[in-house]
């Protein structure tokens, strides 16, 4: 799994909105700004801590369906002021990780 993770990790990054709330303690999403790339999210805010479950809602642009999907808190650093936290997905349905990969491409091809 490790290494699934360390081959996604070469996925590009690009600046994305996200609805996030921690799996444990249910509630409300809250938005966080971070970036997307197919293995997972990076988002700057108030932090679970590593190891926590965490569920993700974002609409990824030119698709309508709203994708969900779980993640595992991997890693937590500071920057300046501010944490952030690097998500791993655990779970996304297939059609939502498509999405995704279309999404990255499309923005980052060169012209």
Known sequence: MEEDFFERRDSPRVPFEFMVREKALGGSFEQRSGNLSLGGIFFTGNHPPVGSEVEVRF?????????????????????????????????????????????????????
């Open 59 to 111: 609409v990824v642009p030119g698709d309508e369906r709203e994708v969900e999907a779980a993640g595992e808190v991997i890693r937590v650093r500071r920057t300046g002021d501010h944490f952030g936290s690097h998500i791993r997905f655990t779970e996304i349905a297939v059609e939502g990780e498509l999405a995704v990969a279309r999404y990255l491409q499309a923005v980052t091809a060169k012209p």
